[in-house]
C-alpha cells in the first residue's frame, strides 16, 4: 500500500529493496532511519502526520500545508480529521504588498481546517475542476463519478474535436 503525501515522497508499508534506497540522485532516501510508523492519518496533499517509536520514546511528526513542519501534534491531526478547527499562533507569516511592494513578517493567528477541496478516494487524489466559473470536483462526496455531459452538454462539442 503507498498513500499520498508530498510530490517527492511515498508512504508504503512494503519493505523497499535496499538497492533502491540511498543518498544518489533518483534513490529513496529513509527519513526514519529504519523505523516504522505505527500510525499514520493522510488528510490530503501534504497533510498528513505519524508517529513511530525510538528508544521506547514516542516521536510525533506532522506536514500540514501553511504550518510549520511537525507543529502539530497526532491528537491534533485526528481532531482535525473529526472535522474540528484548530487554532495556532504563528510567530513568523510573511506579508505581501502589491501597493508598494514590501514584504513584511509579523505574528499571525490563525485558523486550521480540513478542507475537502482537494479530495481524496480510495488513495487517489482527485483535483478539483472549474467549468463556466463554478468550482467543481470529477468525484462528488460518495466518490460517484459527476457526469460532466448531464449537467454540461456543451462540452461534449470540445470533447468530440
Known amino acids: ?3 499520498l503525501s508530498n510530490t517527492d515522497s511515498i508512504f ?4 523497499l529493496p535496499n538497492h533502491l534506497i540511498g543518498s544518489d540522485l533518483g534513490l529513496m532516501k529513509d527519513e526514519l532511519k529504519g523505523f ?3 500510525e499514520g492519518l493522510f488528510l490530503g496533499l501534504k497533510k498528513y502526520g505519524y508517529w513511530f517509536i525510538d528508544n521506547n520514546n514516542k516521536v510525533e511528526a506532522s506536514v500540514f500545508a ?3 513542519r511537525n507543529s502539530l501534534s497526532f491528537n491534533e491531526l485526528m481532531e482535525l480529521y ?3 478547527t484548530i487554532h495556532k499562533s504563528i510567530d513568523n507569516r ?3 504588498s502589491f501597493s508598494d511592494l514590501n514584504i513584511s513578517i509579523k505574528s499571525a493567528n490563525i485558523s486550521i481546517l480540513k478542507s475537502d477541496r482537494k479530495q481524496l478516494v480510495d488513495n487517489i487524489y482527485l483535483p478539483p475542476h472549474i467549468i463556466n466559473g463554478k ?3 470529477q468525484y462528488d462526496l460518495n466518490g460517484n463519478k459527476f457526469n460532466y455531459l448531464k449537467l454540461y452538454p ?4 470540445y470533447f468530440n474535436n
Request: no cysteine.
Open 12 to 15: 508504503t508499508s512494503d519493505v
Open 82 to 84: 473529526q472535522g474540528l
Open 36 to 38: 516504522f510508523i505505527q
Open 66 to 68: 501553511g504550518v510549520t
Open 94 to 96: 510573511f506579508y505581501k
Open 135 to 137: 468550482l467543481i470536483n
Open 1 to 3: 500500500m503507498i498513500n
Open 154 to 157: 456543451h462540452l461534449f462539442y
